[in-house]
C-alpha cells in the first residue's frame, strides 16, 4: 500500500461503521451528545459523498442509566434488560436528531442471534436493510438487549458488525474504539508502537489484545476487535480500527488506526451465520475415519461415523463436531433430534432404510450446512 490515501477505504460504497459505548459516553457513563454530534458530522460528510453507511451502535444500556437513576452498568441481567427499554429509543432519537440536521433519515434495526443464524430470518434481514439503503435511510443497528440473553452476558457489538457487513455485502468495516488502533504492547507504556497493517495472523503475534475501554461502560476489549475484523477479513471485507475521534479521517481514507486487509473471499452467508455466531446445542463424537472424510475430503457426516451423542438439539440446531480426543473440528446443523440418534450410531444409511424407510438415507450433517474449525481454534470440548 502507498503511503497517500488507502484506496479500498476511498473506494469502498457501502460501509458498515460500528461505535461502542465507551466512545460515547461521558465521564460519569452517560451518553454525551456532543460525541453523538462530532461521529454523525463524520458519517454524513461521508453518506453525502454517496456512500452508502450502516451504523452498529452500542450505548443502549448506557442510555438508560441517567433516566433510571442507576449510577454504574447494571450486573445483573433484568436490570440491563430494562436500562436498554428504557435507552433505546432515547439513543435513536439523539441520533435521528443529528443525522436530521445533515437532511438524512435513519431507521431502527434491532437483530438477535435468531435473526442472523436462521436462514428466513436473516434473509428477511437482508431484504429490509438492503430495501433502507436504496430509500436512502441509514440503518442504525443493535443487539435487542431488551429481550435477548446470550448477547449481553456473553457478547458485543464488534461481532455484530461484521456479521452486518457481511449480510448487507459492505466494502468496508470501521470499528470505532477509544484507543487508536491496535499495539505491539501496552499503549499505556513508552516505547510501544500502532500496528499499521495487519495482513494475517501472523502480524497479530505479538500485539496487545488486554485492553478494554476507558469509560467501564463497554463490554467488548481488543480482543473482540481483533476477532470481529478476522471473521470481515476470511469474508473479503476490509477493516479500518481507529479512534472514534478520528472517525473523519479514518472515512476519509486517511493512514490513522490498524487497517486489516482481506484474508479470504466472500462465503455463503450461513456458513459464516454457522461459524461466528451460533451456539452449539450439542456434540457428536466421531471416530477417526470419520474426522478424516469431514475435515480432509470434505464430506457429509453420516450415522456410520459417530460413536456418541451429547445434548438435547434438535432438527436444524448447530452441534458441535469433535475427534476421539473431544476437541471440536466442525460445527454444523444436524438433520436428526438427539433422541433419534443414538439408535442409529454406527450404522450405514442403507442399512437404516432398509429397516426404518428411505427418510432415513439421509446425512446426520450434510457438507453444504458444515464449517470446518481452524486448527488454532480447536479446543477441548467438557465431558
Known amino acids: 500500500m502507498t503511503k497517500g490515501l488507502r484506496t479500498d477505504v476511498t473506494a469502498a460504497e457501502r460501509v458498515v461503521v460500528k461505535v461502542g459505548s465507551s466512545s460515547l459516553t461521558t465521564s460519569r457513563g452517560g451518553i454525551a451528545q456532543d460525541r453523538i454530534d462530532a461521529l454523525v458530522d463524520s458519517l454524513a460528510t461521508r453518506r453525502a459523498a454517496g456512500t452508502e453507511i450502516v451504523l452498529v451502535s452500542s450505548g443502549a444500556i448506557a442510555t438508560g442509566f441517567a433516566p433510571l437513576g442507576l449510577r454504574a452498568r447494571p450486573r445483573d441481567l433484568a436490570t440491563q434488560q430494562a436500562a436498554a427499554s428504557v435507552g433505546q429509543g432515547l439513543l435513536v432519537a439523539r441520533y435521528t436528531e443529528a443525522f436530521g440536521r445533515h437532511g438524512f433519515r435513519v431507521a431502527q434495526v434491532l437483530l438477535t442471534l435468531d435473526d442472523v443464524t436462521r436462514r428466513s430470518h436473516y434473509?428477511?434481514?437482508?431484504?429490509?436493510?438492503?430495501?433502507?439503503?436504496?430509500?436512502?435511510?441509514?440503518?442504525?443497528?443493535?443487539?435487542?438487549?431488551?429481550?435477548?440473553?446470550?448477547?449481553?452476558?456473553?457478547?458485543?457489538?464488534?461481532?455484530?458488525?461484521?456479521?452486518?457487513?457481511?449480510?448487507?455485502?459492505?466494502?468496508?468495516?470501521?470499528?470505532?474504539?477509544?484507543?487508536?488502533?491496535?499495539?505491539?504492547?501496552?499503549?499505556?507504556?513508552?516505547?510501544?508502537?500502532?500496528?499499521?497493517?495487519?495482513?494475517?495472523?501472523?502480524?497479530?503475534?505479538?500485539?496487545?489484545?488486554?485492553?478494554?475501554?476507558?469509560?467501564?461502560?463497554?463490554?467488548?476489549?481488543?480482543?473482540?476487535?481483533?476477532?470481529?475484523?478476522?471473521?470481515?477479513?476470511?469474508?473479503?471485507?476490509?477493516?479500518?480500527?481507529?479512534?472514534?475521534?478520528?472517525?473523519?479521517?479514518?472515512?476519509?481514507?486517511?493512514?490513522?488506526?490498524?487497517?486489516?486487509?482481506?484474508?479470504?473471499?466472500?462465503?455463503?452467508?450461513?456458513?459464516?451465520?454457522?461459524?461466528?455466531?451460533?451456539?452449539?446445542?450439542?456434540?457428536?463424537?466421531?471416530?477417526?475415519?470419520?474426522?478424516?472424510?469431514?475435515?480432509?475430503?470434505?464430506?457429509?457426516?453420516?450415522?456410520?461415523?459417530?460413536?456418541?451423542?451429547?445434548?438435547?438439539?434438535?432438527?436444524?440446531?448447530?452441534?458441535?463436531?469433535?475427534?476421539?480426543e473431544g476437541r471440536t473440528v466442525a460445527r454444523g446443523l444436524v438433520n436428526f433430534d438427539a433422541r433419534e440418534l443414538p439408535g442409529l450410531l454406527g450404522r450405514s444409511t442403507r442399512d437404516l432404510a432398509r429397516e426404518l424407510g428411505p427418510a432415513y438415507e439421509r446425512e446426520v450433517v450434510h457438507r453444504d450446512d458444515l464449517v470446518l474449525v481452524p486448527e488454532r481454534d480447536r479446543t477441548i470440548a467438557h465431558t
Open 123 to 324: 434473509r428477511n434481514a437482508y431484504r429490509t436493510m438492503a430495501r433502507l439503503l436504496e430509500l436512502g435511510v441509514v440503518p442504525i443497528v443493535n443487539e435487542n438487549d431488551s429481550v435477548a440473553t446470550e448477547e449481553i452476558r456473553f457478547g458485543d457489538n464488534d461481532r455484530l458488525a461484521a456479521l452486518v457487513a457481511h449480510l448487507v455485502h459492505a466494502d468496508l468495516l470501521v470499528l470505532l474504539s477509544d484507543v487508536d488502533g491496535l499495539y505491539d504492547g501496552d499503549p499505556r507504556r513508552p516505547g510501544t508502537a500502532r500496528v499499521e497493517e495487519v495482513r494475517g495472523d501472523a502480524d497479530l503475534e505479538h500485539v496487545s489484545l488486554g485492553r478494554s475501554g476507558r469509560s467501564g461502560v463497554g463490554t467488548g476489549g481488543m480482543a473482540t476487535k481483533v476477532e470481529a475484523a478476522r471473521i470481515a477479513t476470511a469474508a473479503g471485507v476490509p477493516v479500518v480500527l481507529a479512534d472514534a475521534g478520528d472517525a473523519g479521517r479514518a472515512l476519509a481514507g486517511e493512514r490513522v488506526g490498524t487497517y486489516f486487509h482481506r484474508t479470504g473471499r466472500r462465503r455463503p452467508t450461513r456458513l459464516l451465520w454457522l461459524a461466528h455466531a451460533t451456539t452449539p446445542r450439542g456434540r457428536l463424537r466421531l471416530d477417526n475415519g470419520a474426522v478424516r472424510a469431514v475435515c480432509e475430503r470434505r464430506a457429509s457426516l453420516l450415522p456410520a461415523g459417530i460413536v456418541a451423542v451429547d445434548g438435547a438439539f434438535e432438527v436444524g440446531d448447530p452441534v458441535d463436531l469433535v475427534d476421539t
